[in-house]
């Protein structure tokens, strides 16, 4: 009886197609939307977001205007809980927000080695340290930007040398590009001798990221510049605090898509039921039980449903994986990056949607009059 | 016992203001083996009669019994089971599935019984033999004339090996010479595969070849070959 469904569809290829088409560009939209909540999600929760502190100028937000000393740096390391400080100088080409935003971060080697959570893979860490303008790419940029390892990448005032490229398991890392913070601090323009944008604080075991947080800003409202700690994950979604309403609301689109592919494959099914209605009154006079006769078109929106939801969907992963793209201001970033939650989302929302929509189209087609619908000429 | 058993049946339709009674306490009993035709004027419940019997219609009053079983009392669903395994219906419009082939088509019903795939295959062969259709088995219904159309409707109708076949005006949409090798058909299938046929026809020619002929009249079933149509 599957043979059937098949060659139902097959021989209204034309509109199976272009309900396939439908399903599979609305599923293409729910998958990018989705990634982009998944990348902001995991900006905002996670061992980085939560098990480190990013200690910032007062009142400042982009970061060309946080200046805070390096040797708060030591300061802070005083403080109980603190396992560890990263001076980190940050510059990005745009401070608004931007798809194509490129931010560099400029920390010292040794630390980038062992407390970023990233891996090579291309290239070496001692061609890092050997070079004073050399640079890590991150995974994404590197896709974005079509840059390759021994590249000279120039962008505004900066000019580095790309001996490295790497990914990792959080993935706005992917979207930065590590150089040393010297180098970056002789920035023309940025005039940043013995001063910083930020420190990140990774916290000791246990150590209450709120405590330390109050107790660094209390211990360094005596110095030259007065700062505000907060937890990595917050202080990202505070700085991209525009942009999460923006989210929040694409993430409706999100739902839209799934209400039209509902709207289409039912749209379909309705038609082709009500086409070929007469023939469910014979296969129920040759003996098809109503039950079956409403599996089978279930089975037909349900097959509609999963091959366009699976397209769009897998082209969704391919784009991501390809593209690279992140959407970011103020020097932090949110990854769009193909998924396997994503991927089984898509799968589910489709079989579901495909069920769904048949639902009604089904309960049509098991209790059609007999009589009269074989009357009919 | 016979085969088919119809006990005060009655059927009644309400249109508007008017209501009318096609069926009218009608008693009927078909033994196995018969070739029984049904004749009369046009609308006094012929196909209404077959569809009863066939349980895609129910009577308002009556009951209607098949090898024992009372297929009045069976639900929707246990009907459509019944129908699998015991009755074959022939259209006059054949009501083939576009779609799929004659082999496929024949190969329905024996999809909603429990058979192996080889018996399977052995019984679609059978009856596309019976009604000599082998070499047309991977065409489609668009590619058949209206009689060999008519014939996939009558080896579909067979293949399960029903107790009752029943066919409504079989030869009403096909020219004479067709409805004559339809008609020669429905006979051997009679005779040589002692099939139980319940045919209704407007034609006494074909309601010739029935081994018993019934005329329906004011709701009544009159037996015998009471004044021709
Ligand atoms: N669903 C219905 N609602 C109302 N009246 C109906 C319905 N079905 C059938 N009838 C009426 O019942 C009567 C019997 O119909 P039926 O189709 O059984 O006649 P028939 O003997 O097969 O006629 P024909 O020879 O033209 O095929 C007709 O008068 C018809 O109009
Ligand atoms: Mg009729």
């Known amino acids: ?377 | 016992m016979a085969l088919v058993a119809l006990n005060a049946v009655t059927k009644t339709f309400t249109k508007g203001e008017e209501t009318i009674t096609p069926l009218d306490h009608v008693d009927l009993d078909i033994q196995a083996g018969d070739f029984v035709s049904l004749m009369g004027p046009s609308g006094t419940g012929k196909s209404t009669l077959l569809n009863l019997v066939s349980g895609i219609d129910q009577p308002d009053a009556g009951t209607i019994a098949v090898d024992g079983v009372e297929v009045t009392s069976l639900s929707r669903s246990q009907l459509a089971d019944w129908r699998a395994a015991n009755l074959g219906y022939i259209f006059q419009t054949h009501n083939l599935i576009p779609v799929l082939t004659t082999y496929e088509n024949v190969e329905l019903p024996t999809l909603l019984l429990r058979l192996s795939a080889s018996e399977r295959r052995q019984r679609v062969e059978l009856a596309l033999e019976a009604v000599g259709l082998t070499d047309r088995a991977s065409h489609y219904p668009r590619q058949l004339s209206g009689g060999q159309e008519q014939r996939v409707g009558i080896a579909r109708a067979i293949v399960a090996h029903p107790k009752v076949v029943v066919a409504d005006e079989p030869t009403g949409s096909l020219d004479k010479k067709t409805s004559d090798q339809i008609q020669i058909l429905l006979q051997r299938l009679n005779r040589e595969l002692d099939i139980t046929l319940l045919m209704v026809t407007h034609d006494t020619e074909v309601a010739g070849i029935a081994t018993r002929r019934l005329v329906l009249e004011d709701g009544k079933i009159v037996d015998g070959l009471a004044n021709p149509v």
């Open chain 1, 1 to 377: 009886m599957f043979r059937y469904v098949l060659k139902t569809l097959w021989r209204h290829r034309t509109r199976t197609l272009l309900t396939v088409t439908g399903a599979a560009v609305a599923m293409f939209v729910f998958c990018f939307v989705g990634s982009v909540q998944q990348g902001l999600d995991r900006l905002t929760t996670g061992e980085d977001a939560d098990r480190s502190l990013i200690v910032f100028q007062e009142n400042r937000f982009c970061p060309a205007s946080s200046r805070l000393p390096v040797d708060y740096a030591n300061r802070i390391m005083e403080i109980e809980g603190v396992a560890e400080v990263v001076p980190i100088q940050v510059w990005t080409n745009n401070c608004r927000a931007s798809l194509d935003i490129v931010v560099f971060n400029g920390a010292d080697p040794n630390q980038i080695q062992t407390n970023r959570p990233i891996t090579l893979v291309d290239g070496t860490w001692s061609d890092f340290e050997a070079r004073r303008d050399a640079a890590l790419v991150g995974r994404n940029v590197a896709q974005r930007r079509g840059i390759k390892i021994g590249d000279q990448f120039s962008i505004g005032e900066i000019s580095v040398k790309v001996v490295g490229i790497f990914q990792s398991d959080v993935p706005s890392e992917e979207n930065l590009i590590y150089t040393s913070l010297e180098f970056l601090q002789f920035t023309r323009g940025l005039d940043a001798t013995g001063l910083v944008t930020k420190h990140e604080v990774l916290l000791a075991g246990d150590a209450d990221p709120d405590r330390v947080a109050s107790e660094i800003d209390e211990a360094l409202r005596a110095g030259p510049v007065a700062t505000t700690t907060r937890r990595k994950g917050a202080f990202q979604a505070s700085t991209l605090s525009d942009l999460v309403d923006l989210i929040g609301f694409a993430h409706w689109l999100g739902y839209a898509c799934v209400g039209l592919v509902l709207a289409l494959v039912a749209t379909t099914t309705v038609m082709s039921v009500q086409d070929r209605i007469k023939e469910y009154a014979v296969l129920q006079t040759i003996g098809v039980r109503p039950l079956r006769a409403m599996r089978l078109v279930l089975t037909e929106s349900t097959l509609l449903c999963l091959l366009g939801g699976l397209i769009g969907t897998g082209l969704a992963l391919l784009a991501l994986g390809l593209g690279g793209f992140a959407i970011g201001a103020e020097g932090v970033t949110i990854a769009f990056r193909p998924s396997v939650g994503l991927l089984v989302s898509g799968a589910i929302v489709s079989l579901i949607v495909g069920i769904v929509s048949g639902i009604a189209p089904a309960i049509q087609a098991a209790t059609v009059p007999i009589v009269r619908e074989l009357n009919q000429p």
